[in-house]
C-alpha cells in the first residue's frame, strides 16, 4: 500500500509538472533598459498560476532552451530600425528542419530611443522570424500593445535612466498574457 501511495504522489507530481507552460523570455540589453523590459515580461508571466519562467540574456539562451518552452518570448533594442544583431543570430540558431517550433506561443518586446524609430518594426522583424518557425505569434492584451511591449528610453516625457513605469506595466501585461494561452493550450 505504501508503495502504491509513493507511485501515486510521483505520478501526480510528474502530471503536474508535465501540465506546467514553460515561458521562455530572452533578451539582449546594452543599457540595461531591453533587460529591465524583460524582467517586467517574466514577472507578468510567473503571475500566471503555474507558469513556469526561464529568463535568460540571448548569449545565455540555447536552441535547445527554445525547444524545451512552450512559449517563447524574444526582446531586442532597435538598432537602426532592425532587431540587434546578437537577437538575429541567436534566432538564426533556431531549429528550422521537421519545424519542431511549429505551434509553440511566441512574442516581442524591444525599447527604443525615441518615439517611432523602429519599435514596431523590430517588432514585427522577430514576429515575422516567429511565423516563418511556424509559431503562434500574440501581442499585448490591448490594442495600445498590438505587436507586443515596447518601451521610448531616449526622448522627452520618457528620457530616463529607468524604464518608465507604463512601458513596463505593458511588458507584463505581455508576459501574463503569453503565459496564461499557453497554459490554455496545455491542457
Not at 524609430?117 to 509559431?135: W, Y
Request: net charge neutral; hydrophobic share 50%.
Amino acid at each position: 500500500m505504501f508503495l502504491f501511495i509513493i507511485c501515486f504522489i510521483v505520478l501526480s507530481l510528474s502530471f503536474v509538472a508535465e501540465s506546467q507552460p514553460k515561458i521562455l523570455v530572452v533578451y539582449y540589453s546594452q543599457t540595461g533598459h531591453t533587460k529591465a523590459m524583460a524582467e517586467a515580461v517574466a514577472r507578468g508571466a510567473k503571475s500566471s498560476p503555474g507558469a513556469i519562467v526561464t529568463l535568460k540574456a540571448v548569449n545565455e539562451a540555447t536552441a535547445g532552451d527554445v525547444l524545451a518552452a512552450d512559449a517563447v518570448i524574444v526582446g531586442s533594442p532597435v538598432h537602426n530600425a532592425n532587431v540587434a544583431p546578437e537577437v538575429q543570430r541567436f534566432i538564426n540558431s533556431w531549429p528550422f528542419e521537421g519545424q519542431p517550433l511549429k505551434d509553440k506561443i511566441g512574442a516581442a518586446f524591444v525599447t527604443g530611443g525615441g518615439i517611432s524609430a523602429g519599435e514596431e518594426l523590430v517588432q514585427t522583424n522577430i514576429l515575422h522570424s516567429m511565423l516563418v518557425f511556424g509559431m503562434v505569434v500574440v501581442g499585448g492584451p490591448e490594442w495600445t500593445a498590438a505587436f507586443g511591449a515596447s518601451g521610448v528610453t531616449g526622448e522627452p516625457p520618457f528620457e530616463s535612466k529607468t524604464i518608465d513605469p507604463m512601458f513596463l506595466k505593458k511588458a507584463e501585461e505581455l508576459g501574463k498574457r503569453v503565459a496564461d494561452l499557453a497554459a490554455r493550450l496545455k491542457k
